[in-house]
């Protein structure tokens, strides 16, 4: 599995999920957007890193009782202590926020481990002390009861599900205030290539649409002038 590089990591910062979006719509990739997942912080920053997964199923009461935190091979406080830094945490909730996937105190552990944002399909409880910590977090909507309430933590860093998304281990998370979408390892230098170019025409376009332009031969560029322009902007504004 490749792994991400700085230099992509740094690119993919740059772009939105908008344009990545439809860069893995061009590939045939339709369904890698999060879906009904939302930022908590109005201003956290963008959210890049490769997906660790922890996967939860409906909970069985006689085996999710409160006592099964004392084990320390518990797949949420494991997750909590093995996501790499750099990482993102992605969590299946099964779309189910009526009890939390995790707290502030465990999202406090995961950005002093130096992760890059964690993700939940279902709700975090704690969630204005979360927005106030300033590392990406994602989820549906806040939710008071612990997640031994209707979650079980079943196992870590596999194939999930997450808002209808596939998401596999390592593959390159994007956050931002449209939301979360799930970049393919193996398309994660490509994509951040092709949208860090395709950034620098959209703000080109947007600046020229700014200023009274159509868009007819402007956007998409099938005017050839478009281009000529284009090449004009990036080398005045050192894109």
């Known amino acids: 599995m490749p792994k ?49 997964t922890l996967r939860y199923m409906p909970a069985r009461e006689d085996l999710n009782t409160i006592d099964v935190f004392r084990d320390h091979s518990h797949p949420q406080r494991k997750a909590v202590e093995d996501c790499p830094a ?14 939390a996937s995790a707290g502030a105190i465990l999202v406090t552990r995961l950005m002093k481990r130096g992760v890059s944002g964690v993700v939940t399909d279902g709700g975090f409880r704690d969630s204005a ?18 997640n031994l309430t209707l979650h079980q933590a079943i196992e870590i860093n596999v194939p999930i599900g997450c808002g209808d998304a596939p998401v596999f281990p390592g593959d390159v998370v994007l956050g931002d205030a449209d939301g979360v979408i ?4 193996h398309l994660a230098d490509e994509i951040a290539n092709e949208t860090f170019e395709m950034t620098a025409f959209e703000d080109f376009v947007t600046e020229e649409v700014g200023k009274g332009r159509g868009i007819f031969g402007l956007y998409p560029a099938t005017d050839p002038q478009t281009l000529t322009d284009f090449a004009e902007w990036r080398k005045k504004n050192s894109r």
Request: proline share 7%; hydrophobic share 40%; no cysteine.
């Open 4 to 52: 991400l590089s700085e230099a992509t990591r740094n690119k993919l910062k740059t772009v939105s999920t908008a344009t990545v979006a439809t860069a893995l719509f061009k590939r045939g990739l339709r369904i890698q957007m999060i879906q009904d997942v939302h930022p908590l912080g109005r201003d956290q920053p963008t959210m890049v890193g490769e997906a660790f």
């Open 86 to 99: 750099g990482s993102v945490l992605v969590m299946d909730s099964r779309k189910d926020a009526r009890a």
């Open 129 to 146: 002390e979360i927005a106030k910590l300033g590392i990406p977090a994602y989820h549906h909507r806040p939710s008071a009861p612990t």
């Open 182 to 185: 799930v970049i393919p390892a």
